[in-house]
């Protein structure tokens, strides 16, 4: 069975367990009434049954509801939009349309037009040379812009397990996470999935700090994980935020084991050499590398903020 199938099956059992436990717990008559002695006719039975079969029901139901509105993830959306990112006030901005614009060649890549002709199409990898480039802005926006259309669902994992920073922008508290799951130690994948206030938008946030965190990424279990996201869900769309490829060398193996990566390139900041390393690094490893530029000044890019680079994208 697979590791996914073996993570709905754990999640339905819990579900089963929990309305179980409700069933279990004896309602306010049947405390106060001690039936023991008491001679139940067939009648009085069957209407016990009944009331107290309704009665569950709705403990049931409403438990769970509660349930998973404890377990939806709020975002502090004043945060995010002082901190430049994509909130629901500013989808007509430039930031929106030039994510907008960003996102389109990865969709049809990851769900569209192409993805036939691309290997796990649907796996798409944040990455950039050196740390401060801009990943978890791209990823974080990318997410939120993505999930923002009516019939796309989104994943968004954070794979910069040493230097984890989705979970701090979107103001996750919740652990465990990706390490958690990599290591062994949390053995279902639902168990890590966060629901957040965004119908299409899950999250795996990084995890515990571990000593070997980045060997993890570059994991059998990591490569497994990579390809059933892929085959179980390829219509969701998962959006990796890892660390900087010149940093660990496990960012390039986990590179390899995605459908598309983006080259996130800090304009202005970061050395040719360094990009044109980062650059060779990503030859052999995804289909798609493209480049996006970032914190480029607007006065010295009309056209806007962002943009794919000089570097194209394609190999
Ligand atoms: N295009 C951008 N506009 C405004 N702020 C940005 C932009 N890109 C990155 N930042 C900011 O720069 C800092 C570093 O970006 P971050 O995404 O954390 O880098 P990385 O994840 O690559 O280490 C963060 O404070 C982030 O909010
Ligand atoms: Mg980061």
Known sequence: MSTIEEALKKAEKRRQQELADHKLEPTENFRNNDLSNQEISEDSYALNVETTQSEIHSVGEHAHDIKAELEVERFDWNYLKEHGFITADNVSTKLAEEYRVIKRPLVVNAIGARKKDIQRSNLILITSSVPGEGKTFTSVNLALSIAAEMDKKVLLIDGDVSKPGISKVLGIKRSPGLIEFLEGEIESLSDIILQTEIEGLRVIPAGKRHQYSTELLASDKMASLAQELSDRYPDRIVIFDTPPLLATSQAEVLASMVGQVVLVIAAESTPEA??????????????????????????SLDSGYYGYGNYGYGK
């Open 274 to 299: 360094l990009v044109m390393e980062s650059v060779q690094k990503l030859e052999n490893c995804a289909e798609v590398v493209m480049t996006l530029l970032n914190k480029v000044q607007r006065s």
